[in-house]
């Protein structure tokens, strides 16, 4: 695949921005809670995914539910089995 644009050894806020046929190379990819951003036929090799704000604010909140017992856990799997049959 030709790629229109590539990415290296950079640090990219996601948040809101669109990416069309991009490569990421040893790239830092942040995404920190806000507008979701479009990404089409992108690769990536050998990137960090980071997630900050209210992204990360969520991360913790499903890993106390997955963790704290009353269901969480099944609720958890279940939302990510759900990801994994939807395209």
Known sequence: MLFEHTFEK???ILD???YK???FRN?????RGGSLPQM???HFS???WKFEAAADRTIAFLKGLYHGGLGGKE???AAFNNIRRSR
């Not at 790239?27 to 995404?31: E, G, N, S």
Request: with cysteine; hydrophobic share 20%; glycine share 4%.
């Open 16 to 18: 809101g921005n669109q």
């Open 27 to 31: 790239c830092t990819l942040i995404y």
């Open 10 to 12: 950079c640090t990219e």
């Open 40 to 42: 089409h036929y992108c």
């Open 46 to 48: 050998e990137c960090s």
């Open 21 to 23: 046929a991009c490569e």
């Open 75 to 77: 609720l958890i799997e």
